[in-house]
């Protein structure tokens, strides 16, 4: 949260990336998120930076190379604008797992995508590529290679 108050304190469009694995990010570790319980989901730690990057009075962009799931997706979600490679995938394992996706997820895909689609992601586990996201508006543009 310190680069939050450093960009308040100076200014300038914050653009989140993956590293160069092919990934943007993969979200929670699957064998530490079953060992949750009732309180670290109450806990909220990813929503409330989530929350926090939204509420930055700066343009925030999410450039989307490869894989975007679970927490990772939900960090795209929640970014002003969301910028794509070819390979981009977002999903939501969640389902699969027997558990609901965090995060703001759920708000965030209703707003950006609708309810029908939001659901096939969140409850049935369909996984969007770059093309499918381009034409449902969840990204604004997909580009050919990496983008940063």
Same mark, same amino acid.
């Given at each position: 949260?310190?680069?939050?108050?450093?960009?308040?304190?100076?200014? =300038?469009?914050?653009?989140?990336?993956?590293?160069?694995?092919?990934?943007?990010?993969?979200?929670?570790?699957? &064998?530490?998120?079953? #060992?949750?319980?009732?309180?670290?989901? $109450?806990?909220?730690?990813?929503?409330?930076?989530?929350?926090?990057?939204? +509420? $930055?009075?700066?343009?925030?962009?999410?450039?989307?190379?490869?894989?975007?799931?679970?927490?990772?997706?939900?960090?795209?979600?929640?970014?002003?604008?969301?910028?794509?490679?070819?390979?981009?995938?977002?999903? #939501?394992?969640?389902?699969? $797992?027997?558990?609901?996706?965090?995060?703001?997820?759920?708000?965030?895909?209703?707003?950006?995508?609708?309810?029908?689609? +939001? =659901? #096939? @992601?969140?409850?049935?586990?369909?996984?969007?590529? &770059?093309?499918? +996201?381009?034409?449902?508006?969840? @990204?604004?543009?997909?580009?050919?290679?990496?983008?940063?």
């Amino acid at each position: 949260m310190g680069v939050c108050a450093e960009l308040e304190a100076e200014p =300038k469009v914050l653009i989140l990336t993956g590293g160069t694995s092919g990934v943007f990010a993969g979200g929670a570790d699957i &064998a530490e998120l079953l #060992q949750r319980r009732r309180n670290d989901a $109450l806990a909220g730690i990813n929503l409330r930076l989530f929350e926090r990057i939204r +509420a $930055l009075l700066i343009p925030t962009v999410a450039a989307v190379d490869g894989w975007a799931l679970g927490g990772g997706a939900g960090l795209a979600y929640a970014r002003d604008l969301r910028i794509a490679t070819v390979r981009a995938k977002f999903g #939501q394992p969640e389902p699969r $797992l027997g558990i609901l996706a965090g995060a703001g997820a759920a708000f965030g895909l209703v707003r950006l995508l609708g309810e029908s689609v +939001a =659901k #096939q @992601v969140l409850l049935r586990g369909r996984t969007l590529d &770059a093309n499918d +996201a381009l034409r449902m508006g969840l @990204v604004s543009e997909v580009v050919d290679r990496k983008i940063c």
